[in-house]
């Protein structure tokens, strides 16, 4: 589906076109074509391949998803893929999308759900300064408008480590704080997976050799970087703080553990005590002079009450109890 | 065995030809020959050789197993080993195909079990305008026939964790998921060991300096290190989650431990305490009131009861039993 | 805020002046202006960028916090932003800090809380044949200032590390512990992440191609570097000692866990026997000699009170109690 | 002692040498002198470090057991030092092979036990074509000689590994694996530093810049290289899994513990109730009707039977028991 | 405290000299002076400094402790900061040194204990044609000397490892083990952070460009690196396997620990077979026969004898006792 298809001049918004006209605003000199589409269909993306002269493999990788993002050259061209990744209620969703970017053209192809870039286009259209650098300052508008997405999931993911730190060293919450470490370190895995990889291929546009396309706009493609950079840090941080999670929950278990089986054993020991001593009275000689007493039950019931309520206080004391 | 020697000529199949007449078509222009073998013998290999110039070790990695998978340049030719991975039965089975190219000439040798590649032949010659570039081509569509198998395989083990993961927080599955685990790990290492020195190999293809048979081939050959860089982000991804599901699986046994403990604490208290109250209406006091009394019996069964009840509620509510 | 807006001729201060002073000093040779900003808004900001023909996104940058410590070129300025860690009663505190630096300027903008720099003015006023160096040198000065200041806070963090590991063989403490340490893993990653990408961004100020205003400096940024490495060895140090500290908790807590085992078995053992006996003796057989004799029952007494003694002193000697 | 001291030519076993003949062969063109040494005393070696010019540190490294596997270059000649690894009773051996390849010559010094060079020798002497290459083809050789006595040992940890592993989930074996395991550890890391810090030194005989006596045998050193890779990554595998497979015993240790625990807490629970109803029938109230039954007492019996015997059931069916 | 100061020309001793006669020693053709000192104040080092021209930074460095090894080029001269390891009562002690070598001079500067270098000074004397080279082979020397103290350190280290490992396997030696291992890690720590950094630097003085003082001791060099690489393979060894010995120990306290839940198992199902025989036989039922036998009770503890050997007996067989 074809979202907009809009030409520019001298970073000014010409008007909506339609994709015939595509080949003559590209053959005008400071103009150039913002095509974005919307789960395209082959016969839409073959159209665009033959009038952009998009390569072959790079068609198949926009219209098929669970690509690695990743950056290509072609010539004077780039291809790149990004992940879309946002939260929706605990969950992560992830979409892909695909830009073409050359001299006089840029194709942005979005598979699946997520927000699209109707913000991004208005915004670079106030400012024709900026646009008027072409489809280089698109794809950082493109990009840095992913990158900008993922910082809320970063702080979500920092919100619910912290959230389980809080309980980690509570007793009983072992159980849950692990079901929750485990999903959160497969959510912290898929956000790297996109970043990462973002962050190398955005690596390419700026620095040393750099396609000709971005040379003018390296400084945007570092800022870029920058926030992938800070992203990839947090994230390493996260991960290595969830290991540690991991291992302190298995000695909290550990620990609690022994302080039931302290409990136990100190009950074990009271009990223990008054059983005796009951088997003691209990015992069938004929010579047990307390037997006779005329006080003797309730002094017995009396001494085992002893027994184990001093018992009990030590145990108290040595905090087994 | 031979399986296939045909001669090609401007990317269109001429005919099937005999091992005698590869000399000569070698030798016009625009025509290469393919040649695929399954577990040749040391003869007909050494006919081979002899036709393609082949270098001694590399024929001896061809027709030994066990192989690494690599890439190696001899002047102008090049030789490639690939292993072949397929999951039968929750058994990964592997296979090993080495691959000369030349000016002129592709050779296959497939060892072992696994499928064969006349579907890549067949596909090849359906495009004419691709196989035209020569044995280059042919080495890119085995490749990328050998890697697409090695996606089916990825979604196997990930198809395995996640099953694993569904019952991992349950109770009384550790062992059965440890077994699965470690078996897990060792088939994805095998895949590992299969995928990722073919990228660091296929890595050679593309980008700076490449041999001079591939030159015009790169963007299909980046296309190939691509999946492959997909299928190691994978198989990164199974290894650090089987990692924190193994130390996630010894946590739960540890928390249902106590759990059992925390049971087996509260049933012995409740035990403890009937076998005192018995224990002390058996003593042999001659002034026992109680044992007189007329309801004494049922008495002490229903005190009995009430403390065991009492004691019962009370580990209930605390989440004991 | 500006905190000093100060211009220095040949190393030495001329005098305070205003922004709109500022161009026609810059313009003078051998003489430069160093302006600090605490907390600036926006309009202020906007004012220095002017000035210094400072980029867009770098002032971005230094106005909003939580960013990565790095260093960026624009032509010949230089754009550095570091983090000051320091610690307020056991918890770290974390301040950001940006400077421009190029011909003829230097402009500090310090974010939030922390000391100012004060006292590195000050020392820099004191040695005029290091400030004739210019810019480069206050840039130094501040960046040395800064890492200075981690030497006390990875001071503290070993001294804590020192203080838990004096505990973690101690029963009983293992809980505490476990906390500490986790609480010292994130203080100690918070301060890797300030030093580690400043000294990446501090490697790139000496050695191979170096910013043209630094060149004369470079022996300073190397001894910077220095520092940071030490400081990033040094939390590698405590890093790995954590895990194993970890390791070593989880353990002690098991060992522990098993002498209390052994202490609960024997224990158990004792008072077993004793109610056996009790037990036997309680038996309603008709024939039962000792239950008659006169002494049977202080016998029967001394007899249990034999038994578990000698089990207690058994015990004892291998060591279960 | 000299083991062997031979004159080659064009490849061709010409005479055994004395060794003050060396000089005037390796003048000849086409000549090249191949001694080999086992545990040379200082003098021997003196003789041939005058003879082929070694350098002093070479010679000292070469009497000295205990290096690293390596190797140098010094001017036209190699010096190489490798490890030879051998597996005896389920122990590894390891002697330490030095071998310094110049124009003209090849002194090969082996010390300690192991395996001499003869058959390698022997092979050499019937292929006067490739020995022709002079002494890189025999540098290559020795090479090629002890790294395949490098994968029996591979192929044996990989079989005690496995062993090991069919063992893991079988109870009651966790302390015999973990000392298999830890023994285990120690041997691959053995072998692993006989074998990486030689791959690294081989990866300099092929490639970009080789040394000029290896300029024409590069394909047979990268040969060697890939033995070694190949090694290395098996290595890395047992590697890897002896760590999983530590984390699954002691997982499999908690299992079998927890399953004990229920065990116990079954049979606790059958006992305890007998001992309750025994207790019960026990207590002397003057009141209990059953008592006095006729048939009271085998009903006892029995109640108490089926009491257990239904508790043993329903653990039965639970799996507890 | 000047140690030492002397004059060399031609690689042979002249005299001791005094400070002020440096200048015109330095100034002589083929002759050089090597001062040694041993905690100057800072007034000697300002001597010092303004004799051969030391970098500001550097001084500071050599004479403030805590600096982590590593080399800096100030134009011609070098300075070398390492540390000295050895074992002391089964403590580590650290002392460090300084060492500024530049054409015509070498001055080092050691700080608190540790052996000092009157060995090394000597056997440099006794071969001139070494010292003749110049101050590179002073600081060659030096550096060899240190780096041959690390030996008999990680000597030490690796018999402490093995003596851990002779035991980990006893049981009741966990803890002391633990303990053991904790504080070999801190010390191969310890011995890590003297070479690490130290190879890393001498890395610079031999191969690709090195600096000019150096360039004809490149093989003494090259020899020190590949020591002090053998120290880095011994600790990582010794660190791997401290890792794996930390698990073991973990594994064989969880194993102990189920092996004294087997015996108390066993102990209690003994006790509790016995005590529920004595129950049953204390119950009152007017109806016992047994209790009337002539050897009822006799029998009665012969059947309370059996059954307890009779479970007794099992669990030996079952391995439980």
């Known amino acids: 589906m074809i ?73 004077e061209a780039l291809f790149v893929i990004m992940h879309m990744i946002s939260m929706r209620e605990d969950q992560l969703e992830s979409g892909q999308v695909a830009v073409f970017a050359g001299p006089g053209y840029v194709l942005s192809v979005r598979l ?13 259209e106030h400012e024709p300064r900026h646009l008027k650098q072409g489809p280089a300052f698109v794809l950082y508008a493109l990009l840095d408008a992913i990158v900008d997405r993922y910082f809320p999931v970063v702080e979500a993911l920092e919100a619910e480590l912290e959230s389980i730190e809080d309980r980690i060293f509570v007793k009983g919450t072992a159980r849950q704080s692990l079901e929750r470490l485990y999903q959160l370190k497969r959510q912290t895995m898929q956000l790297k997976h996109a970043a990462m990889p973002l962050a190398e291929a955005v690596s ?104 184990c309520g001093g018992l009990y206080r030590r145990f108290r004391r040595t905090g087994w109890l």
């Open 3 to 75: 979202i907009n298809c809009v030409a520019y001049e001298q970073g000014r918004r010409l008007r909506d076109i339609q994709p015939h006209e595509i080949g003559e605003h590209m053959a005008r000199p400071n103009c150039f074509v913002w095509v974005a589409l919307h789960d395209p269909d082959a016969a839409e993306m073959a159209e665009f391949q033959a009038l952009f002269d998009l390569h072959e493999l790079a068609v198949e990788d926009a219209l098929r998803g669970g690509q690695r993002p990743k950056l290509e050259e072609y010539d």
């Open 204 to 307: 390419h546009l700026f620095g040393g050799r750099v396609p000709a396309l971005c040379r003018k706009t390296r400084e945007y493609f570092r800022d870029v970087y920058d926030h992938l950079h800070r992203i990839e840090s947090a994230v390493d941080s996260i991960r290595e703080m969830i290991i540690t999670a991991i291992q302190v929950n298995l000695s909290m278990v550990a620990i609690d553990e022994g302080e039931v089986h302290k409990r136990l054993a100190a009950w074990a020991a009271i009990f223990a005590v008054a059983t005796i001593l009951a088997g003691i009275w209990g015992m069938n000689f004929a010579h047990m002079p307390e037997l006779d007493w005329r006080y003797g039950y309730p002094l017995a019931l009396l001494m085992m009450g002893l027994a």
């Open 112 to 124: 699946h759900p997520g927000r699209g870039f109707a913000a991004v286009r208005q915004r670079c």
